[in-house]
C-alpha cells in the first residue's frame, strides 16, 4: 500500500497516533519494530545528529531529503518528515514537495517562519507574513495534487513562538492554511500544559471539524516536571490525531551512549560485560539478525559460484 494512503487511513480509523522522531534508518526500524505506525524524522535530530549543530537554518533541502529518504527505505510504515521552512519561497518551495515525494516519504510539515528557521521551542522566531504564509502552503498544495494526490501536507504555525504572537492569529493561519489545501495542522505552542493548546483546537475545530491536528510532545517541555503532564489520550480527545515525541530517539540514543562511554572510560571491558547482560533478550543483541543476515547468506548460496562459497565458510 501507498504509505501516504496508509497514513491517511491511519488518521481517519485510529484514535490517534503517536511516534518519535529519529535521525538514522536503525532507529526507524527499532521503531517500526516494535509496532508503532508512523516514524517522524526530526529536523532537529538531524541537526544535532549529521551536524552537531542547533536548529537554526543550518541544514538544507538536500541533506533533509536525503536523511528521509534512508529512513523510508528502511521500513514500510510512514515516515513523515520535517521540512523546515519550505527551503524557499512559495515558487521555489514546490521542488520540497517533489524531492520528499520522489524519496518515498509519505508525509512533511512545512512552518511559517522567516529563513533563517528555528527550532520552535527557541526564542528569537519571526513568521512571515499571513498573506504570504497562506500563498506558500496553497503553492504546495497544488503541487502535491500534479505530483501525488495522496502525499500529506502539514502545515505549522510558530507565531505564538514569536513577539507579540497571539492565539488568534494562529487560529487565523491554521483555518487558512486548511482553506489553503493543507491536510492537517500545527501549531507550536509555549509551555506543556498550556490551556493555549486546547483553545486552539477547540477553535481551529469550529471550522473545520475533520481535520487532524498534530501536537509536538516536545523533549524541550520538561513534562516530569509539570504540575500536571498532560497524558496522550487527553491530547488526543482534544482533537490532536498525530501526537510525536520529536526528540525522543536522539534524547535515549545520547543518554544510552554516554552512560556506555563514561562506564567504558572509568571500569574499562567491565562496561562491555554490563552492556551485554542489560542486552541480553533484546532483538538489538544479535545485530546480524537484525540487519537480516540471513536472508545475504541464502542470496549467496543461491547466486555465488560453490568454489567461492567454499572458500568463504
Known amino acids: 500500500m501507498d504509505r501516504s494512503r496508509e497514513l491517511r487511513r491511519l488518521l481517519r480509523q485510529e484514535d490517534y497516533v503517536w511516534t518519535t522522531g ?32 542547533p536548529d537554526i537554518g543550518f541544514l538544507t533541502l538536500p541533506e533533509m531529503v536525503e536523511f528521509a529518504g534512508r529512513v523510508a527505505r528502511a521500513v514500510s510504515i510512514p515516515v513523515i518528515s520535517d521540512a523546515d521552512d519550505g527551503y524557499g519561497n512559495a515558487v521555489t518551495a514546490t521542488r520540497t514537495v517533489e524531492e520528499f515525494v520522489a524519496a518515498g516519504v509519505a508525509a512533511i510539515h512545512v512552518e511559517d517562519q522567516r529563513f533563517p528557521k528555528r527550532c520552535g521551542h527557541l526564542a528569537g522566531k519571526r513568521v512571515i507574513g499571513f498573506e504570504e504564509a497562506v500563498l506558500k502552503v496553497k503553492s504546495l498544495a497544488r503541487r502535491r495534487d500534479a505530483v501525488d494526490p495522496d502525499f500529506f501536507l502539514i502545515a505549522r504555525t510558530d507565531v505564538l513562538g514569536t513577539k507579540g504572537g497571539t492565539l488568534e492569529e494562529a487560529v487565523k493561519r491554521a483555518v487558512a492554511f486548511r ?20 483553545e486552539f483546537a477547540e477553535r481551529v475545530k469550529r471550522e473545520y471539524p475533520d481535520v487532524p491536528l498534530v501536537f509536538n510532545y516536545s523533549s524541550s517541555f520538561k513534562w516530569t516536571e509539570s504540575k500536571r503532564p498532560l497524558r496522550f489520550s487527553e491530547v488526543a480527545s482534544r482533537g490532536y490525531k498525530l501526537i510525536v515525541v520529536s526528540m525522543g530517539a536522539l534524547h535515549a540514543e545520547m543518554m544510552a551512549v554516554y552512560k556506555f562511554a563514561k562506564a567504558l572510560a572509568e571500569r574499562q571491558e567491565e562496561a562491555q560485560w554490563e552492556l551485554e547482560l542489560q542486552e541480553k533478550g533484546l532483538p538489538t543483541a544479535d545485530h546480524h539478525s537484525l540487519v537480516g543476515i540471513e536472508r545475504y547468506r541464502r542470496l549467496e548460496e543461491e547466486f555465488l559460484p560453490a568454489e567461492q562459497l567454499r572458500e568463504m565458510y
Do not use: H, N
Open 22 to 53: 529519529v535521525y538514522t534508518p536503525i532507529q526507524a526500524k527499532l521503531v517500526e519494530m516494535v509496532g508503532l505506525k508512523a516514524v517522524y524524522v526530526s529536523g532537529y535530530s538531524c541537526s544535532i545528529g549529521y551536524l552537531v549543530r
Open 179 to 198: 482553506d489553503a489545501g493543507a491536510d492537517a495542522l500545527w501549531a507550536e505552542f509555549r509551555r506543556p500544559d498550556d490551556e493555549l493548546a486546547w
